[in-house]
Nanobody, 118 residues
Framework: VQLQASGGGSVEAGGSLRLSCVAS????????MGWYRQAPGKERELVAG???????YIADSVKGRFAISRDNAANTIFLQMNRLKPEDTAVYYC?????????????WGQGTQVTVSS
C-alpha cells in the first residue's frame, strides 16, 4: 500500500485547510484509514480515522472543528480542518490498514506540514 497525502500549508488562526490522502493498492481495499499528527517534541497522536464501512473517530482535541470523510471508490480520505489553532501545527501523517479500524498503523504516508500562525 502506498499513501500519498496532500493539502498541507500555512494558515492564520481561525482559517481552514483540507487534507487529502490517496491509497494505492493492487489487491485488497484499505479498509481503515486515518490521520495522525506529530508536533515538535511530542509523540504522534491520532487525530481522526474512518473505515470503509463509515465508522469514524475524531479526537476530542479537534472535535467540532475537524471532520473526516472518505471516498471508497477512489480509496481517498479527506480531513477538513476548520477554526484552526496554533496548537494544531504539526506534521500530519496519513495511515492505512487492511483491517477495519479507525486507528490504522500498518502503512504510512510521507507527512504533510500544517502550520497555524497566531
Amino acid at each position: 500500500v502506498q499513501l500519498q497525502a496532500s493539502g498541507g500549508g500555512s494558515v492564520e488562526a481561525g482559517g481552514s485547510l483540507r487534507l487529502s490522502c490517496v491509497a494505492s493498492t493492487t489487491r485488497f481495499a484499505v479498509n481503515g484509514m486515518g490521520w495522525y499528527r506529530q508536533a515538535p517534541g511530542k509523540e504522534r497522536e491520532l487525530v481522526a480515522g474512518i473505515t470503509s464501512g463509515g465508522t469514524s473517530y475524531i479526537a476530542d482535541s479537534v472535535k467540532g472543528r475537524f471532520a473526516i470523510s472518505r471516498d471508497n471508490a477512489a480509496n481517498t480520505i479527506f480531513l477538513q480542518m476548520n477554526r484552526l489553532k496554533p496548537e494544531d501545527t504539526a506534521v500530519y501523517y496519513c495511515s492505512g490498514s487492511y483491517d477495519y479500524t479507525t486507528s490504522p498503523k500498518d502503512y504510512w504516508g510521507q507527512g504533510t506540514q500544517v502550520t497555524v500562525s497566531s
